[in-house]
């Protein structure tokens, strides 16, 4: 099985290190880069082809909103996870009209994310109208 490939994206440097230490700890799960910006997230998805992006919402540059609508027009099968520290029921209905593939609040993402991890290798959520789990 090979490894699920993760770009990080988010304009604060501690929540990535926090993130990407987390990540590296997961069986199967390598982080291929880390974006600051919108902008950098759209151009790291040229070079480095991940499986799934974990997206902040509000960031410089182009927002992480704008930035998923780019990833799925232009590379849909990779899966975008939005993240914030709210978990306003509009930000829930911004992430899936950007077509998020899902969405986890800060606050719950540890947990939430490794669950979601496992799913991805399961065939049966591979498949681009499964619906988000945590819509």
Known sequence: MEPIRVLIADDHNDFRKVVHDFLKRL???TVVGEA???VDVIEKMERLDPDLVLMDISMP???GLEATRIIKERWPATR?????MSDSPIYRLQALQAHADDFIPKSA?????ESMLR???QPSTRALSHPPTSF
């Open 27 to 29: 069986p199967n799960v």
């Open 36 to 38: 600051i910006d919108g």
């Open 61 to 63: 540059h182009r927002n």
């Open 80 to 84: 975008v996870v939005i993240s914030t």
């Open 109 to 113: 993402l540890k947990p939430q994310l």
């Open 119 to 121: 799913s991805i290798h």
